[in-house]
Nanobody
Framework: QLQLAESGGDLAQPGGSLRLSCEAS????????AAWFRQAPGKEREAVSC????????KDVDSVNGRFTISRDNAKNIVYLQMDSLKPEDTGVYFC?????????????????????WGQGTQVTVSS
Protein backbone atom coordinates (compact mmCIF):
# COMPACT_ATOMS: atom_id res chain seq x y z
CA GLN A 1 0.00 0.00 0.00
CA LEU A 2 1.39 3.36 -1.03
CA GLN A 3 2.17 5.69 1.87
CA LEU A 4 3.67 9.17 1.96
CA ALA A 5 5.73 10.70 4.76
CA GLU A 6 6.67 14.36 4.84
CA SER A 7 9.64 15.77 6.72
CA GLY A 8 11.70 18.92 6.92
CA GLY A 9 9.21 21.26 8.51
CA ASP A 10 10.67 23.65 11.07
CA LEU A 11 10.69 27.17 12.44
CA ALA A 12 12.32 29.60 10.02
CA GLN A 13 12.88 33.34 9.98
CA PRO A 14 11.36 35.56 7.31
CA GLY A 15 13.65 35.49 4.29
CA GLY A 16 14.99 32.09 5.25
CA SER A 17 14.81 28.73 3.50
CA LEU A 18 13.57 25.23 4.17
CA ARG A 19 13.49 22.06 2.12
CA LEU A 20 10.62 19.66 2.59
CA SER A 21 10.80 16.01 1.58
CA CYS A 22 8.02 13.57 0.81
CA GLU A 23 9.16 9.97 0.85
CA ALA A 24 6.94 7.33 -0.68
CA SER A 25 6.93 3.74 0.51
CA UNK A 26 5.11 0.56 -0.44
CA UNK A 27 5.03 1.43 -4.13
CA UNK A 28 6.92 3.47 -6.66
CA UNK A 29 5.45 6.87 -7.54
CA UNK A 30 7.50 7.50 -10.67
CA UNK A 31 4.41 7.20 -12.90
CA UNK A 32 2.27 9.59 -10.86
CA UNK A 33 1.90 13.33 -10.64
CA ALA A 34 2.68 14.70 -7.19
CA ALA A 35 1.87 17.94 -5.44
CA TRP A 36 2.34 19.97 -2.31
CA PHE A 37 -0.52 21.61 -0.46
CA ARG A 38 -0.60 23.66 2.71
CA GLN A 39 -3.13 24.56 5.34
CA ALA A 40 -2.93 27.51 7.68
CA PRO A 41 -4.87 27.56 10.96
CA GLY A 42 -8.53 28.25 10.34
CA LYS A 43 -8.13 28.16 6.57
CA GLU A 44 -8.83 25.67 3.82
CA ARG A 45 -6.13 23.50 2.33
CA GLU A 46 -4.58 25.24 -0.66
CA ALA A 47 -2.37 24.08 -3.50
CA VAL A 48 1.27 25.11 -3.69
CA SER A 49 2.97 23.22 -6.52
CA CYS A 50 2.54 20.21 -8.76
CA UNK A 51 5.09 18.15 -10.70
CA UNK A 52 4.60 15.80 -13.60
CA UNK A 53 5.68 12.18 -13.22
CA UNK A 54 8.79 12.70 -15.35
CA UNK A 55 9.79 15.78 -13.35
CA UNK A 56 10.16 17.93 -16.47
CA UNK A 57 7.14 20.17 -15.93
CA UNK A 58 5.74 21.87 -12.88
CA LYS A 59 2.93 24.21 -11.93
CA ASP A 60 2.85 26.72 -9.06
CA VAL A 61 0.40 29.11 -7.53
CA ASP A 62 1.21 32.79 -7.96
CA SER A 63 1.96 33.36 -4.28
CA VAL A 64 4.98 31.03 -4.34
CA ASN A 65 6.13 31.44 -7.93
CA GLY A 66 9.80 32.35 -7.98
CA ARG A 67 10.29 31.42 -4.32
CA PHE A 68 9.36 27.72 -4.10
CA THR A 69 10.62 24.92 -6.33
CA ILE A 70 9.12 21.47 -6.53
CA SER A 71 11.32 18.61 -7.73
CA ARG A 72 11.48 14.85 -7.54
CA ASP A 73 13.99 12.02 -7.52
CA ASN A 74 12.18 9.03 -8.96
CA ALA A 75 15.11 6.74 -8.22
CA LYS A 76 14.69 7.52 -4.54
CA ASN A 77 10.89 7.76 -4.62
CA ILE A 78 11.01 11.25 -3.08
CA VAL A 79 9.39 14.57 -3.92
CA TYR A 80 10.91 17.80 -2.63
CA LEU A 81 9.77 21.35 -2.02
CA GLN A 82 12.55 23.92 -1.79
CA MET A 83 11.21 27.03 -0.11
CA ASP A 84 13.22 30.25 -0.29
CA SER A 85 12.48 33.84 0.70
CA LEU A 86 9.99 32.59 3.24
CA LYS A 87 7.24 34.89 4.49
CA PRO A 88 5.09 34.69 7.62
CA GLU A 89 2.09 33.92 5.42
CA ASP A 90 3.82 30.70 4.34
CA THR A 91 3.16 29.31 7.81
CA GLY A 92 1.04 26.17 7.89
CA VAL A 93 1.01 22.41 7.71
CA TYR A 94 2.43 21.21 4.40
CA PHE A 95 1.08 18.05 2.83
CA CYS A 96 2.30 16.07 -0.13
CA UNK A 97 -0.16 14.25 -2.32
CA UNK A 98 -0.08 11.84 -5.25
CA UNK A 99 -2.52 11.26 -8.07
CA UNK A 100 -2.28 7.52 -8.63
CA UNK A 101 -4.52 7.81 -11.69
CA UNK A 102 -2.51 10.33 -13.66
CA UNK A 103 1.02 11.31 -14.57
CA UNK A 104 0.52 15.00 -15.31
CA UNK A 105 -0.72 18.11 -13.54
CA UNK A 106 -4.03 18.79 -15.23
CA UNK A 107 -5.98 22.00 -15.56
CA UNK A 108 -7.48 21.46 -12.12
CA UNK A 109 -4.30 20.35 -10.41
CA UNK A 110 -4.93 22.81 -7.58
CA UNK A 111 -7.98 20.92 -6.29
CA UNK A 112 -7.33 18.51 -3.40
CA UNK A 113 -9.88 16.10 -4.86
CA UNK A 114 -7.54 15.43 -7.78
CA UNK A 115 -5.24 13.45 -5.45
CA UNK A 116 -6.01 10.19 -3.72
CA UNK A 117 -2.91 9.53 -1.60
CA TRP A 118 -1.90 11.98 1.14
CA GLY A 119 0.76 12.26 3.77
CA GLN A 120 0.22 13.33 7.37
CA GLY A 121 1.84 16.74 6.95
CA THR A 122 4.79 18.64 8.36
CA GLN A 123 4.58 21.97 10.22
CA VAL A 124 6.28 25.04 8.78
CA THR A 125 6.37 28.18 10.89
CA VAL A 126 7.85 31.42 9.60
CA SER A 127 8.37 33.96 12.34
CA SER A 128 11.03 36.25 13.72
Amino acid sequence: QLQLAESGGDLAQPGGSLRLSCEASGQTINEYAAAWFRQAPGKEREAVSCIFSNGRSTKDVDSVNGRFTISRDNAKNIVYLQMDSLKPEDTGVYFCAVDSHGSWCGAKWYRPMEYDIWGQGTQVTVSS
